[in-house]
């Protein structure tokens, strides 16, 4: 059932065209405090309540699959990066997992653990900076966010340490990764991942049953499990409805088979719900760190007989996806055994977790429009690419 | 797992008049492909989304693809470029291409990988859309028409998803040439002749 | 402190209790320590200002953490990421939206040139083309040390301002203007593809 008639919509009327007098339309972005990046939704209001609302894309178009076409593949990687600048490991992995299925490339034991211990590493920080930011939409600016980045900057600075950058770290490479973890840096990692069940406490103990945040998210922004399902939703949002779908543990990609770990699932869809699982879910990636950790072969890091530069797979395509905190990132890659893909497609998670949005905004206040758009997490370098 | 061979038969045996045939991939990553009549793959759609066997809820992915006649491009010291691609649109006057990557939730498995052609790059360039059946696709087919100009019949909003609606052209067209940059000046030109020396 | 008084009968009043000094000075000194940027991030670089801003590096030290979410209530912008054509006209309408003294620091190598996007079709090749820029901040993402220094930059900038004659900035001058033309969105590019307002 389509519920918004596009037609509707634009500077012609207010009120959806109609000349309804009751009905407000509001331009909510690109710039504004609480849209995670320059985001626009046209919502048309009846007082508070949200009766259409339309979201608009394309303000951080970088033209990403463009560019990638006219480079090499190794190129590309520290584009990857900047696709969901918060998770870059994830993306990097997923895009070097598509190049290896694509050409058939190998990956050493200590590589798949290194990946593995990233990608949680990121998955902790990015659900982190959620909590940081889901307050700061609810209207408690600063305070949880000062508790979020504090924690998030000691991830980072074991990013900086072994990949050279905070943020853009550009780190696996086809067949492995970049460069050895230098001395000391084990210890460190261990000491952040031994610290972090103190700061979930800290969080837990601030916010699960903290009564404003409980009026303000239960309730709020449901999604059912079969509407979740039809709408391609992935992710802590697809859990969060109740549907046990983890692609760590569906396609068993990595060595991710070899650890023990619950997927926590939720029951209501909500964005409570969506929130803790994020919560459990950080403590789920502690347990998977503390394994990997402790098991951590010797061994290289890249066979010396893979080609990373002028990498030319052979003629074919191939289609690999993660689990990468934001939910399903996939890599669509066409090659006709050039140096330079034939085509390059990003599925990113942050657009098509927008697919609900308006039907989990309607019959809810504009205050809570900004919650629900926090909960889906989204980050405009993904949605736009 | 399977095969997109053992799909192609599941799916004959409930509609033997669907126009459905396999594409190998040569690649390691043997993910083949199934190439669907525009008219029939609503319905096909339907049947692999419904079937109680198959389960294929989730569409992750759809893809535009640019076939031109020619390649456009060649790139230097590259090594020549595949036959078997080449062979299987040579024969038709240059095409769009969507791909759509199906997985079951239901029942873990996937990817199936469907594919859809039109007719040719300049004026049949309809094709069937199949939101209705995979919500998941709404945006993606948005993104296909606004990128490569296919037209997605049965789309419940078809605009432009990316760029400005009074754009014109399709970026990522292989033959897309983006406008002349002859009057943009080099970065810091306007501090450069503001600086005080 | 800035005045023609000897330093020295300067620096024993001041011990005095008596502080003199010059109207310039003092306004410079009180702008360039509370500088209040607009809540405004793009891309990337967005993230690394709100790291400046928390505790670690604390924006706050340099009187700079309180970020207005209306241009109106707002010093500085500081573009932070990429911007697209799509986004141009907007980014635009805020800086003309800035009550004066207003400042621009384009943060990050996609604000001041394109960056590694350089080449896609829908973005613009630094935030130059449209509007005055103070302070280039380059790295990708800077560090947040990096936009401490551009920021403590922007301060000398600031401090250095005279109030009169003909170096006067633009918003001690009331002949000058400070809206600049808002590009529209043409069939295959922005309409014009740049101010030229050197």
Redesign the interface.
Known sequence: MRLVEPEGFGANGVGGGDGDERLLELSMG????STH??FRMNVVLDGETVVRLQPVF???????E??AE?QSYLASI??TD?LD??CSLSNNWAYVRAVETLAGIPVPERAEYIRVILAELTRLQNHTVFLGFLLGDMGGWGTA??YA??QR?EILDLFEALTGS???CNYMRFGGCRCELPSGWMEQARAVVAGYPAFLDEMEQLLVENEILVARTQGVGVVSAEKAVNAGLTGPILRAAGVDYDIRKVDRYGIYDRFSYRVPLGEHGDTYDRMMIRLLEMRESLKILQQAMADLPEGPILHSDVQVRNLCPPEGEAYCRVEAPKGELGFYLISDNTARPYRYRIRPPSLINLTLLEEMSLGMKIADVMVILGSIDIV??EV?R | MISAEQIREHVLHARPDAGLELISNLCPSCQDSLLVAAEDAVEVARLLRDDPELRLDYCSNVTGVDWPERPVRTPPGSAPAGQRMRAEVAARPGCFEVVYHLFSMSLKHGPVVLRMRTENRSDRVRLPSLTPIWHSAEFQEREVFDLYGIRFDGHPDLRRL????????H?MRKD?L??A?D???E?????R??MVQ | MNCSMDQELQNELSNRGVHVTSLEWIYNWGRSNSIWPM??????C???M??TT???YDLARFGAEVYR?SPRQADLMIVA??V????AP?VVR?YNQMAEPKYVIAMGACA??GG??R?????L??I??YI??DV?IPG??P?PEALLDGIMKLQKKIREQKLLGPDRPRHADREASCDYPVPD?????LIP??NA??
Not at chain 3, 185 to 189: A, E, K, L, Q
């Open positions: 690109p710039q504004h405090p990046g320059v394309g303000y951080l178009h970088r033209n990403h463009k560019i006219s520290p584009y900047r600048y918060f966010l000062m980045f504090r900057e905070r943020m853009m405009l370098g736009d | 990316l760029m400005w609606e009074e754009f014109e052209g970026p897309y983006p406008p940059e009057d943009v000046r970065p810091f030109a306007a501090a002749n503001r | 809540q405004f991030g793009l891309a990337c967005a993230i690394e709100i790291a928390m505790a670690r979410p990421g990429t697209t054509k799509k986004m907007l805020l001041i040139s590694p996007f080449d896609g079709y829908n973005v090749k630094g130059d083309l005055p820029v280039y990708c993402p560090r969105y043409g069939p295959n590019d593809t740049c307002y050197t």
